[in-house]
Nanobody, 126 residues
Framework: QVQLVESGGGLVQAGGSLRLSCAASGRTFSIYTLGWFRQAPGKEREFLAAIDWIGSNTLYLDSVKGRFTISRDNRKNTGYLQMNNVKPEDTAVYYC???????????????????WGQGTQVTVSS
């Protein structure tokens, strides 16, 4: 089993920055891909980014590419989502997810992940 705990959410003004963290524990050696998703009220869960846990390959949702950056620190078993130039439409609950599947375009789907964090709220004020 893998446990994931997100942190770093909060209230930020439009145009500001926020860094979300995802601390992994348990059988972390089984993680091959870490992903970030978000869900706004009344909307479907949306893929944002994913990263190869061992290497450095990444996937992004086109609309956040250039504003959001995914990274990970294997020594700390922690993944990150750096969010820059945030917009009110970025307001949502943000989730990290992990799986033992190698990174591929399939990992854009939330159903591909076995492990999920509890989520952290991000609210962007205009």
């Amino acid at each position: 089993q893998v446990q994931l705990v997100e942190s770093g959410g909060g209230l930020v003004q439009a145009g500001g920055s926020l860094r979300l963290s995802c601390a992994a524990s348990g059988r972390t050696f089984s993680i091959y891909t870490l992903g970030w998703f978000r869900q706004a009220p009344g909307k479907e869960r949306e893929f944002l980014a994913a990263i190869d846990w061992i290497g450095s390959n990444t996937l992004y949702l086109d609309s956040v590419k250039g504003r959001f950056t995914i990274s990970r620190d294997n020594r700390k078993n922690t993944g990150y989502l750096q969010m820059n130039n945030v917009k009110p439409e970025d307001t949502a609950v943000y989730y990290c997810a992990a799986d033992g599947t190698l990174l591929s375009t399939t990992m854009r789907s939330g159903s591909a992940y076995d492990y999920w964090g509890q989520g952290t709220q991000v609210t962007v004020s205009s």
